[in-house]
């Protein structure tokens, strides 16, 4: 169970290392990076138990909403509307 707690966290290190090298500042794309990583590793962290398959389930709907909102955001700003 917490392997995948350890991949996350190794993942989520390594691409925020790689995103200062590249040298990407934005909040909102390191943000939607992070939840697409999260959204990966939780795939392998099932089944749980029904409690913390709850605390799972309402978390990455949370993120879900955070995503689109900055998704709709950044194709604002590109559409320039």
């Known amino acids: 169970?917490?392997?995948?707690?350890a991949v996350l966290l190794v993942l989520t290190g390594l691409v925020a290392a790689f995103m200062t090298y590249v040298g990407a500042s934005g909040l909102d794309l390191i943000i939607s990076v992070f939840v697409l990583i999260y959204w990966i590793?939780?795939?392998?962290?099932?089944?749980?138990?029904?409690?913390?398959?709850?605390?799972h389930a309402a978390l990455s709907i949370i993120l879900l909403a955070i995503f689109a909102?900055?998704?709709?955001?950044?194709?604002?700003?590109?559409?320039?509307l």
């Open 41 to 55: 590793v939780a795939l392998f962290m099932t089944p749980l138990p029904r409690p913390l398959n709850r605390v």
């Open 1 to 5: 169970m917490r392997l995948p707690y």
């Open 69 to 80: 909102y900055l998704a709709a955001m950044r194709i604002l700003a590109v559409l320039r």
